[in-house]
């Protein structure tokens, strides 16, 4: 049926030693021509090429041209029989047409406002040319690109150029996943960087004329990534020159390709009139990611794609790694933590469920997820805690020393492990191959001055694996004495065994325990507490997270009960009100606490609760108890938010944006009692996008933005990613009832450009967002959503696919939601024509 299978890996027969390709573009009709120079490793084994939508026009093998009985074509590749293979080393001509003009998927080679561009990873090489399009096998390239642009780009050093056509030449062996080519009319933001051994490198953003003047922060984030992972990683960059592309066309993110890193032009442009704090400080993450890369991914690749969370949970892990030292350390955590649950733990819920290193897929881009990424961050995280920082930095070196250049598994890395720390990770490797979030239940006893912990854990069953054995997992605790002070510093237990004990000795007193500090295991702890104990740890926890964690269980547990007719618990209210005054505590921090969890994560706390999460009810005990705290701390939060304000210019840096945090959380619970008065003044008076466009969120919520968002299009509607953010806030804040209908005028805009993934995202992924309006009982969230996707698939099945996992929530709803979301599910499965993106997850969704 299509399912490619891990335990099916064979290696690939045929060595290639090098590959030089001849462009020749034209928007119908680009010719590829390719010349691989190859070495046979297995007699008698026949060559096997991907390729996809590719029109052969010749191929010869070492200057005698094939004719048609020599090979197979399939709309999958071509295959050359055995019989037609030379022995010895030889060499492959192809040519093939392709027309990029055509190409919608934004995957292989295509066009984005008539700049050409490529994404490759992770099997779009095969709709460039014929090509054993797997990551390990790897090359050196080179490249001649010819065509009428100013801008000729590939991977690698510039050789030589002219007037329509240059030449790159690629030293290190790659993966065609990292191939990559551009060419278009851009301008170029410079810089360069000197390595610590003294190399000279030219840097360069291209963007389109017009841009450059939004390029420095990403430049600046660039430099900085290159420093830190000298420093950290003791990993230098390694050609002349490092080039960054932004298109506004783009699938996701970002792309790492060798030296020619390909952006969504929202992660690098940026200028206070125009990015948020939270579009600066995402820019910095994923411009680092890509360039840690070059590393954690290129020079050292996945042997097959069901390594991918080798490279892309180490590159998050080293992400957010980089962003903590640059910014404060535990807010970023708390931070992760938060993107964590809401993406990961969800996930691991539903129906999508499946382990960092899966087994079995149809179509790999399924699984760039939050489970590869984020749990896979988490899962390095915790073996860094098992052996040490120091321990950590040996196992790495080790992994460079031992593995450049080469294809891994998720085997090698914990053998890396293994090998520098001496000890044995076999059980806990499980957290690759096993899926779910384990839950913790914590008891404790506490008897002649002796203090117990029992934990004992248990992952819920996931698709495919009922059964699950106990996982290996490092708990950090530590103890608090009644009076608030620490008795116990933070101590890492590790926990192996189902149900597990562990002892404190010489106690005098009851201590309070802190368990999973700055959340060592990406579990869910279950233990009865009382909300006075939160309050306490609040108040007097050592352990910045848990003091958040503290606060957030309280908010949470508020508003479960909350929507089952509770009045909200004072010892929650109260502890706001102590955080307010607590100045010493940083801006951003408080920021964190006083933001209430979203209504999604309310559905998800009250699902794994055993109750089934009713949105209309949840969305108004958060708006409930959004002006409860509003009414009881006016004044605090009104002196709060006179007082955050920053003075002078704005700058992107993590105290200023600290403080606009704090200032923009107090706003939002302020805007609840004050008419929305002040964010009417502050709509009118911000000079920078952040305010700017928690004004107007503002204001949509308390309903009086018509005049705004009005104002807000007119300033805005030549800047593509400002009016990607008009058509998001109105999706995701606008009142769920007519939520629907909203977005249905919306999508009848004629700046809805629904081909361009991001003002998709903007409207649709924003509608998804807005909680209440998307599981509106009578369907029509559902619906208007299922219409979209199927109206997408035939041209980005990429896009549509991932869009797709809105819906992994429904078996959380009652059955009359869980109805309506089938319903749709199977219309869109029974689409004509479905991609095999689509087809693969609605399967999987329904179950
Ligand atoms: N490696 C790319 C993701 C490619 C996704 C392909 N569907 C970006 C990143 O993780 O850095
Ligand atoms: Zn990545």
């Known amino acids: 049926d299509g399912t490619t299978y891990l335990a099916d890996y064979t290696p690939y027969p045929f060595n290639i030693d090098k590959v030089s390709l001849r462009f020749r573009l034209a928007p119908h009709a680009t010719r590829v021509q390719a010349h691989i120079a190859m070495t046979p490793l297995s007699p008698g084994a026949a060559l096997r090429l991907d390729g996809e939508q590719l029109r052969l026009i010749s191929a010869a093998i070492d200057g005698v041209a094939l004719t048609p009985s020599d090979y197979l074509i399939t709309p999958s590749g071509m295959t050359i029989h055995p019989a ?50 797997r990551p390990d096998v790897m090359a050196p390239f080179s490249v001649r690109i010819e065509g009428d642009l100013p801008v000729l780009l590939s991977n690698g050093n510039p050789v030589a150029s002219g007037p329509g056509w240059a030449e790159w030449d690629d030293p290190w062996p790659k993966p065609a996943y990292l191939f990559a080519l551009v060419a278009g009319d851009l301008v170029a933001h410079s810089g360069s960087f000197t390595t610590a051994s003294g190399r000279e490198v030219a840097l360069n953003i291209f963007v389109r004329p017009g841009d450059e003047d939004r390029c420095a922060f990403a430049l600046g984030a660039l430099q900085r990534s290159m420093k830190w992972d000298e420093e950290a990683y003791g990993r230098e960059y390694d050609l002349d020159i490092f080039n960054i592309v932004a298109v506004d066309d783009f699938n996701m993110g970002a792309m790492e390709n060798k030296g020619l890193n390909i952006f969504n032009s929202k992660l690098v442009l940026a200028s206070p009139e125009t990015a948020t704090d939270t579009d600066y400080e995402r820019i910095e993450a994923v411009i680092a990611h890509e360039y840690f890369h070059n590393w954690t991914g290129n020079r050292i690749t996945c042997r097959d794609w069901f390594q991918l969370c080798l490279k892309e949970g180490l590159t998050v892990f080293r992400d957010q790694s980089f962003i903590a030292d640059m910014r404060l ?57 098992l052996v040490g920082d120091e321990g950590y930095r040996k196992a790495l070196d080790l992994y460079f020393e031992r593995h450049d250049g080469q294809a891994c598994t998720i ?148 508003l ?151 104002q807000f299009r007119s300033r805005w509607k030549d800047v593509r990613l400002v009016m990607d953010k008009w058509f998001l806030v109105q999706a995701s804040l606008c009142p769920p009832k007519t939520a629907a209908e909203r977005v249905t005028t919306l999508a009848a805009d004629p700046a809805f450009e629904w081909k361009n993934p991001n003002r998709f995202r903007s409207l649709l992924g924003a509608f ?80």
Not at 414 to 433: A, C, P
Not at 532 to 553: G, K, V, Y
Not at 772 to 785: I, L, N, P, S, V
């Open 84 to 133: 037609a293979l030379p022995e010895a080393p030889f060499t492959l001509e192809t040519e093939v047409e392709i027309a990029p003009e055509g190409n919608t998927a934004l995957e292989g080679l295509y066009m984005s406002n008539g700049m050409y561009c490529t994404q490759c990873e992770a099997e779009g090489f095969r709709k460039i040319t014929y090509y054993p399009d």
């Open 329 to 385: 350390g535990p807010v970023k955590r708390i931070e992760d933590v938060i993107a964590l649950r809401a993406r990961q733990f969800r996930e691991d819920q539903g129906p999508l469920a499946h382990p960092p290193r899966p087994d079995h897929y149809r179509e790999i881009n399924n699984f760039y997820t939050a489970t590869v990424y984020e749990k896979g961050a988490e899962v390095v995280g915790m073996l860094r805690t």
């Open 411 to 558: 085997e090698d890395w914990i053998k890396v492990f293994e090998d520098s720390s001496g000890r044995d990770l076999g059980q806990f490797k499980r957290w690759y191959t096993d899926a779910g979030t384990p839950r913790l239940r914590v008891t404790d006893d506490y008897a002649d001055d002796t203090y117990t912990l029992t934990f004992e854990q248990h992952t819920p069953p996931t698709p495919g694996q009922p059964h699950k054995a106990p996982r290996h997992m490092p708990i950090a605790v530590g103890l608090l004495s009644p009076n608030g002070n620490e008795v116990v510093p933070t101590t890492v237990l590790e926990m192996t065994e189902a149900r597990q004990s562990f002892t404190f000795t010489g106690l005098s007193t009851r201590p309070v325990p802190s368990i999973l500090r700055n959340f060592s295991a990406p579990a869910v702890l279950e233990r009865a507490t009382s909300a006075a104990e939160q309050a306490f740890l609040l108040a007097h926890d050592t352990d910045p997270f848990n003091r958040w964690e503290a606060a957030r269980s309280l908010a949470r547990q508020t």
């Open 560 to 710: 479960m009960d909350m929507t089952k007719g509770a009045p909200p618990a004072a010892e929650y209210l109260d502890a706001i009100g102590r955080l307010l005054a607590d100045d010493t505590a940083d801006p951003a921090f408080r920021a964190l606490i006083l933001r209430l969890p979203g209504e999604d994560e309310i559905a998800q706390a009250l699902h794994a609760s055993g109750t089934t999460p009713d949105p209309e009810a949840i969305h108004a005990a958060r708006g409930a108890l959004m002006t409860t705290l509003a009414q009881r701390h006016e004044v605090a939060l009104s002196a709060t938010y006179e007082s955050m304000a920053v003075p002078g210019a704005y700058t992107p840096d993590a105290a200023p944006a600290g403080c606009r945090s704090l200032r923009l959380a107090a706003l939002a619970l302020l805007s609840q009692i004050d008419g929305a008065r002040r964010a009417e003044a502050l709509f009118a008076s911000a000079d920078n996008m952040t305010e700017s466009l928690s004004a107007l969120s503002n204001l949509i919520t308390a309903g009086k933005a018509e005049g705004a968002l009005a």
């Open 768 to 847: 998804s967002a807005n909680h209440a309006g998307f599981h509106r009982a009578d369907g029509a969230g559902y619906r208007f959503y299922a219409d979209w996707l199927i109206r997408l698939d035939p041209l980005n099945p990429q896009t549509a696919a991932r869009m797709s996992t809105a819906f992994e929530t429904w078996p959380r709803y009652d059955k009359t939601r869980q109805a309506l979301v089938r319903t749709e599910l199977e219309r869109i499965a029974s689409s004509d024509g479905l991609s095999r993106d689509l087809s693969e997850m609605t399967a999987r969704l329904l179950g």
